[in-house]
């Protein structure tokens, strides 16, 4: 069973659209929680990064939350665009190895105009 | 400044063949990661630099595959006897010394073996 479980394996919206990606985790202890954006045909690009104490961050129209009791993370996308359309992989670290990053395997999102 | 690169940016080999990729990483980041990212699979971490040694090397496959890396910046993995099972994008990211050790994402090299 994977460690870090995202939900739904893929998505369509349209443009303008919300929405609201999830990943569970069992990493424990956990030190940081990550979500990045990786675009067909290219590396991830690190959207945000949580610690532990942290219950949201954001970035642009991307909002991160994390729910650490519950392990339990969620990015959210408000007024999609076109360029939204990609895979978003959720990826925590284990607490004293911050270098190890355990990897989901991704929402794959597609943006329709 | 430049990212991370990688070459070549794909490439088709024989089985059996030996191939070399290559990591050029961020000036200045002293921590190297390779991946590969097999089709609808996610990020399987291969092994990881500090400087010139790596730490940790577990999640190396097999002993066909190895990695080096020189005056702390680039980096090679090399697979040896190549098989079809190691089609994948080889990913290779660097970051800085300090936490949270965001990494950075070249755009990966595809390696095909037919």
């Known amino acids: 069973k994977n460690q870090v479980e995202q939900s739904p394996q893929s998505l369509i919206i349209l443009e303008g659209k919300n929405c609201t990606l999830q990943c569970n985790y069992t990493v424990s202890p956990f030190s940081n929680l990550r979500w990045y954006k990786q675009d067909t045909g290219r590396g991830p690009v690190s959207l945000t990064i949580?610690?532990?104490s942290e219950n949201t961050k954001s970035n642009g129209r991307y909002t991160a939350t994390l729910d650490a009791d519950t392990k339990q993370s969620s990015l959210h996308i408000t007024a999609s665009q076109l360029s939204d359309s990609a895979s978003y992989i959720c990826?925590?670290?284990?607490?004293?190895?911050?270098?190890?990053?355990?990897w989901g395997l991704g929402t794959s999102l597609a943006v329709n105009p | 400044g430049a990212g991370v690169s990688q070459s070549p940016s794909n490439k088709v080999t024989e089985k059996g063949k030996d191939v070399e990729l290559r990591c050029d990483p961020i000036s200045g980041h002293t921590a190297l990661y390779w991946y590969r990212q097999s089709l609808g699979q996610g990020l399987e971490f291969l092994i990881y630099f500090q400087g010139n040694s790596a730490p940790d090397k577990s999640g190396l496959p097999s002993d066909r595959f190895s990695a080096e890396r020189t005056g702390g910046s680039v980096s090679t993995l090399t697979i040896q006897r190549t098989q079809q099972e190691d089609s994948a994008v080889y990913l290779c990211?660097?970051?800085?010394?300090?936490?949270?050790?965001?990494?950075?994402f070249g755009p990966g090299t595809r390696l095909t073996v037919t």
């Open positions: 949580m610690t532990f």
């Open positions: 990826v925590v670290s284990e607490a004293g190895n911050n270098r190890k990053l355990i």
């Open positions: 990211a660097s970051s800085f010394p300090i936490g949270p050790y965001e990494q950075y």
